[in-house]
């Protein structure tokens, strides 16, 4: 053999020596010896379905008790496993509040902190979120829907499928991220979104999968599907009754502002919103096509459904439904807005279904957050986390009734230039008293005490008898904002 062969013999040896021991290296899960018993393994972890809606409050489902909304579909996920009735987000606007499902983290921590934020496409792609965790770790991904985390509509790190749009995306006729492909679409958003989650999870998995569908519905401009354009006609929506003691305890609200320099705030988003395309804008008129928005995503449930049934997947598959943020619907003052940090803007509604592990028909009234859904979903998974989280899972509170949980969260709000009602405020929330502080203001905090005024009319930040209460949320504040430091 010449020097030339033997020398090339030589070095397809170590090369195929440098392979196998990259091989042998490389980490496999937990302690299976073949890729057969990993697949195996995998194959027994819970599959994931998420849902989430866009501004739905907590009340706005038939399961809920709304008077006449029809959501067979979504109450079902209810029905069948449980329903939280004290779930919020810590931050009751679109960005941070997804930023924070995903991350388990509070924006100050994400650094999503509100939707007109420069350079938060950016920073969305650096977010270690729980489908990135779960894809490390042998899932397959998918994302469909609003990402809503700045105009960028490209992938973002952990989604083996990408179907997304750019910002707050469009109803009628928008433009899709497909994989890379920009497609033009014909039709409603809802109905795509519905049609491409229900094509993933008939796909044929070797994987367990984690499927995220963000809908756009039932933000604004609220354009339903032609076929239920007629729903929901007969129903009169009446804005409660205003209460003056609830505006004259709210000096914030009432507080006199500069007139918008338009130039200033050119640049800053969000982007121009689409048009009503001639439908109403009176609050009976939104109202209905809020619910009719809804008839959509609840169809879209049941094909999901109907989808994992046929694959045989439905039991072993962890199904979540909620909202981002909830919406005010006269409450305040404010119609057609969220942002503050009363109850209708923090509560959202949230239902899960995992018989596994879930008992149907179970109710729940532990304070639960969003920042608790990571965590959660990554325990169910059999994944450590690689980061720590502000939230906790809440899988003990369904091993026992019993189980410690917390007993007040902390919730917060970063000003937004297009925004400019509303300043950044830091809150504290037991099941009994809610205390609101604004750092920029030394004379407009709030104190509600939420058993004798569950929808937030009397301020009682000054009434001599609650002073001591004063005292202890403001320490209870101080406690939690340190520990999420």
């Known amino acids: 053999m010449s020097v030339r062969y033997l020398l090339l013999a030589v070095i397809c040896f170590n090369g195929l020596a440098c392979l196998l021991e990259a091989a042998e290296s490389r980490p496999v899960w937990h302690t299976s010896d073949s890729a057969q018993e990993l697949r195996r393994d995998m194959k027994h972890r819970p599959n994931i379905v998420f849902v989430i809606t866009d501004d739905q409050r907590w009340d706005q489902l038939g399961y809920t008790g709304h008077p006449v909304l029809k959501t067979p579909n979504i109450d079902r996920i209810a029905h069948e496993g449980a329903s939280f009735n004290n779930f919020f987000v810590t931050t009751p606007l679109c960005s941070p509040s997804r930023a924070s499902f995903l991350t388990g983290l509070y924006p100050h921590t994400h650094r999503v902190y509100n939707n007109d934020k420069l350079g938060i496409d950016v920073v969305s ?36 499928s990408w179907i997304s749009f750019k910002g707050q995306g469009i109803y009628i006729d928008g433009v899709v991220n497909d994989n890379g492909t920009r497609r033009q679409l014909r039709g409603n958003m809802t109905d795509y979104l519905n049609r491409r989650a229900v094509e993933f999870v008939n796909q044929l998995h070797e994987k367990p999968f984690c499927l995220y569908l963000g809908h756009k519905a039932v933000h604004s401009p609220f354009l ?6 007629e729903l929901y006609s007969d129903y009169e929506f009446h804005i409660p009754p205003r209460d003056k003691a609830d505006l004259a305890g709210k000096p914030v609200l009432k507080r006199k502002l500069n007139k918008n320099n338009h130039l200033e705030l050119e640049g800053i988003g969000p982007e121009p919103g689409e048009p009503r395309r001639g439908r109403g804008r009176d609050p009976q008129s939104i109202v209905r096509d809020q619910l009719r928005c809804l008839a959509s995503v609840d169809e879209g449930v049941g094909q999901l459904f109907a989808a994992l049934e046929s694959t045989g997947e439905l039991d072993n598959t962890i199904f979540i439904y909620t909202s981002d943020n909830g919406f005010f619907m006269g409450e305040h003052g404010s119609f057609n807005g969220k942002r503050m940090p009363y109850d209708e803007a923090l509560r959202v509604p949230f239902f899960i279904r995992y018989p596994e592990l879930i008992k149907s028909g179970s109710i729940r009234e532990d304070l639960v957050l969003n920042i608790d859904l990571a965590p959660t979903l990554l325990e169910l998974a059999g994944v450590e986390s690689v980061i720590a989280m502000h939230g906790k899972s809440f899988v003990p509170l369904f091993k026992d009734a019993r189980a410690p949980w917390r007993e007040a969260f902390l919730a917060e709000y970063f000003l937004e ?24 203001f030394s004379d407009m905090d709030e104190l509600y005490s939420l058993k004798a005024d569950p929808k937030e009319l009397k301020n009682l930040v000054n009434h001599p008898k609650h002073q001591n209460r004063l005292t202890e949320m403001k320490a209870q504040l101080e406690g939690l904002l340190n520990q999420f430091n």
Do not use: C, N
């Open 417 to 440: 230039k297009v925004a400019r009602r509303t300043p950044s405020w830091q809150a504290v929330r037991s099941s009994d008293w809610k205390y609101i502080h604004y750092p920029k």
């Open 125 to 160: 792609h650096t977010l270690m979120t729980f489908p990135r965790q779960l894809r490390e770790q042998g899932y397959e991904t998918a994302y469909v829907g609003k990402w809503h985390m700045g105009l960028d509509d490209s992938r973002r790190p952990g989604f083996d």
């Open 224 to 229: 339903p599907a032609k076929r239920h354009e």
